[in-house]
Structure formats: structure tokens, C-alpha cells
């Protein structure tokens, strides 16, 4: 156990693998493959939205064979805590005009919903051709908000999950398999 983990030690013993970094992989390389054929000709605008989606972005658009362009875009819903609050804030915007362009949002995981229907909306009104979202996991249980999810990696149950890009206070985004904490 480096420094690195030392603040939270205590959860890192009741952490449990939920998803192995092979089938991460494995699944990302088909999700790359279908996104490439359903975009070929249109070069998408890929919309990675921070921090969480990073490492997904990365191993996505490696899978993809087809010419796009990335942009990256900050919001914030869970301020410091596992619940969310609820309310979204733009922390970021993006660099590119996206009008009349295919976008494709690149999300860690879709959980309420008011983030994905927040960030829907605001790109909405700026017109792009086609509107869509990839997303790495989908905690379908907990909407709270009914939202269209295009692309996606893995449902998963209504735990906490960390690790591959997902935070707890900020750390353990580094861990390359997905993992749950158990209290
Ligand atoms: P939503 O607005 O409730 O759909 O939540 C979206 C955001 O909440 C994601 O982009 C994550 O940053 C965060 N989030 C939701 N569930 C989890 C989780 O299980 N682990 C870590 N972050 C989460
Ligand atoms: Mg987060």
C-alpha cells in the first residue's frame, strides 16, 4: 500500500472487483468498433466530460479506426460526497463550436441522470447534427430522471463503484479494473 492510497486505507481493505480490467478492455475494443461503424464519414466530435470519463476516452478513441476530434467539458454534481446533491454546475465549457456537428458525449457513468439531462440540454441549444452519449457503466436503478443512453459498456447494480477514472474524494481513479466499496 503506497503513500498514495494511505488516506484511505481503511476502504481499500473492503474493496471488491466488480469489473476486471480484461473485460473493461474487452468491451471498450467492441463499443470502438460499433462507434466506428455507425459514425464512418461523419467525423464526430467526441465530448469527454471530466473528470471522470478520461481513461475511457483514452482507450475509446483508440479502438475507433474512423477520423474525429476530442473536446472536453467539466460539470459538477457530487461536490465531496456519494450522494448527489442534485444540482449541476459548468465548471468547464468546450473549446470547439459544435454546431452542425455529430457529437458523441463520453461519460465514466450514468447514474441519476440530471447530469447526462443537463449536459444534454445545454449542448442542445447549440445545434449540433446528431446528439449522443457513450457511456462506461449505466446504474439504470437509480434514475431519477427518464434520459436516452445510446452506447453502453456495462449495467451495473446500485453500489458506490471506484477506480478506472471513478473517484471516492477524489482518489483511486487510477486503478485499472472498476471496484466497490463495501461499508
Ligand atoms: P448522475 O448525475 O447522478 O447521473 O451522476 C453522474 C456523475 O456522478 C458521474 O459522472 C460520476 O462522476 C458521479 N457518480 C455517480 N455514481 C458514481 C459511483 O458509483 N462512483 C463514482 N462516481 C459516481
Ligand atoms: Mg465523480
Redesign the pocket.
Known sequence: MGPLFSGVYFMISKLKVLITEEQIQDRIKKMGAQISEDYRGKEPILVS?LK?SFLFLSDLIRAMDIPHEVDFMAVS??GNSKD?TGVVRMLKDLSSDISGRHVLVV??????????EYIRANLLTRRPVSLKISTLLN?EERRLVEVPVDYVGFVIPDQ???GYG??YQEKMRNLPYIGVLEE
Not at 461519460?107 to 447526462?116: M, N, P
Open positions: 466530460i471522470g454534481s457530487y448527489s461519460e465514466d457513468i450514468v447514474d441519476t441522470g440530471l447530469t447526462w446504474k458506490f463503484v471506484i471513478l473517484d
